[in-house]
């Protein structure tokens, strides 16, 4: 008789012999059939057993021997907790944490640690589950935790964000965290599972970058603020640049240029040939407020 599995598959066949020919009855025929099919049945129970052994096995190594934090959690009674107090107080999740903060601790203390691996437990600097536990209670963070549930209360299933922890060591981490519930487990948050990642580094890195382009701009607002006194100073020592005099009088003369430059009034300038009325000219667009422009000189004497 074949042993068949559910999909129609031949694995085998139960057989009997004798030392002299057998009559086979109807009802013998059919003892037979009832125990080729149990034995189908209990093969591909068998099977079936033997590769969800193996996938819990693999998963377990994956678990364990994942260079990131893990965290199964069960938030099945702290799901029902949310439902009977938004029932109690007829009001939104959000508005009963505002008015009662201290449901954030009620719901908090009915979320379940299923299993932790051991980078997050690195990451941490605890030794074993049950310290990692009383780490978390020790250290909780209520604004953490209340984004969470109301990200999951309004229908989310991802909640993803960067958090910054002291490990037991006293050493301070950097994590992304992402907390995700399973396939499945979108109406009762049984299955919900914690993914964190250490930035620390990374993070280090951009704040010594960040420092570092701080740096550069102080430097840049020192060079250029030493630059315009150096300007000015060479235009009140060197009498603007084209202009070379030590006299005291001519001083007073730059110091009215100054003065002038600043308005949009029309200047003359008047002076023998020769004695640097151009010159002066050119002080005073050097430092006025149109000294991006250019300075056109006109010839009026050939204007007819």
């Known amino acids: 008789m074949p042993i068949f599995l559910a999909n129609g598959e031949v694995i085998g066949h139960i057989a009997i012999f004798d030392s002299k020919p057998i009559e086979v009855s109807p009802e013998q025929l059919s003892i037979l059939k009832i125990f080729a099919s149990r034995a189908g049945a209990e093969i591909e129970r068998k099977r079936k057993e033997e590769l969800i052994q193996e996938s819990i096995s693999r998963y377990k190594t994956l678990f364990e021997g994942s260079p990131v ?144 382009l701080e740096e550069v701009k102080e430097l840049k607002e020192r060079l250029e603020a030493e630059n315009v006194y150096l300007r000015h100073e060479i235009k009140q020592d060197h009498n603007f640049e084209e202009i070379i005099s030590q006299s005291e009088v001519f001083k007073k003369v730059l110091e009215k240029i100054e003065l002038v430059a600043e308005t949009d009034a029309s200047v003359l300038i008047l002076g023998e040939s020769g004695t640097g009325k151009e010159l002066i000219a050119r002080a005073i667009h050097s430092v006025s407020k149109r000294s991006h422009r250019p300075l056109v000189k006109v010839n009026c004497a050939a204007l007819p």
């Open 69 to 212: 934090g893990i965290s199964e959690e069960d938030f099945a009674e702290a799901k029902n907790y949310i439902d009977e107090i938004k029932a109690r107080y007829r009001d939104t999740l959000e508005n009963i944490l505002e008015k009662k903060p201290d449901e954030i601790h009620n719901i908090y203390d009915r979320v379940k640690r299923v299993d932790v691996n051991k980078a997050l437990l690195h990451y941490f600097g605890v030794q074993s589950r049950e310290t990692y536990y009383e780490y978390l209670i020790k250290y909780f963070q209520p604004q953490t935790f209340k984004s969470v549930l109301l990200a999951f209360d309004a229908g989310a299933t991802v909640f993803e964000r960067e958090i910054k922890v002291k490990a037991a060591s006293g050493e301070t981490r950097f994590l992304k965290a992402k907390r995700a519930l399973l396939p499945g487990a979108e109406k009762t948050w049984s299955k919900t599972i914690l993914i964190c990642m250490d930035i620390t580094e990374q993070k280090e890195s951009q704040e010594h970058l960040r420092s570092a």
